[in-house]
């Protein structure tokens, strides 16, 4: 929900307020991500939508709309931490390039981070990795900081 709400709204939600936010999306028929399943087990989660679900995207210096396209947006991402370092990252971002493809999106874009190191902390990487996107697909088409760059996906028709 952090993308959703203004740093304020954010500040005074608590875990419980923002996971029936979510599930009242859900509820009305909203579709805010997409799980990934090992059998009957969740392992992860991303999260997307068109960008003008995400009200803080709009008011961000460094993730600023680069061009004035309709544009999907990737906004973060959850693994189990069992299941971290065995591709589920990637394999989100093909199934987010089916779900948009599905719903006549034509561009998908997200905000990782690309750092110098291997290792980030789940704080630091819920919003993705530059080298998940790239091996993925993507590819960099903006930087409003050294460390968060904007990749976007054209998906073909």
């Known amino acids: 929900m952090f993308w959703k709400l203004t740093n304020q709204e954010f ?7 923002n996971r029936r936010a979510q599930k009242a999306i859900v509820t009305a028929g909203g579709v805010p991500g997409i799980l990934a399943y090992l059998g009957e087990k969740p392992v992860g989660w991303i999260a997307v939508e068109q960008r ?16 004035d ?36 999106g034509r561009i998908l874009e997200g905000y990782p981070i690309d750092s110098k190191t291997d ?20 590819r960099e088409v903006a930087r409003g900081s050294a460390a968060r760059p904007i990749f976007r996906h054209v998906v073909e028709a």
């Open 69 to 104: 396209e309709p544009v999907w947006s990737i906004t973060c991402f959850f693994t189990r931490r069992e299941f971290c370092g065995q591709g589920i990252t990637v394999l989100l971002l093909r199934a987010a390039i089916e779900h948009v493809k599905k719903r006549r």
């Open 119 to 138: 290792r980030l902390p789940a704080a630091s990487a819920y919003v993705g990795v530059a080298q998940a996107f790239r091996k993925a697909g993507f």
């Open 11 to 17: 500040a005074a939600s608590v875990y419980e307020r």
């Open 52 to 67: 003008s679900a995400y009200p803080r995207l709009a008011r961000s210096r460094i993730l600023k709309p680069i061009d």
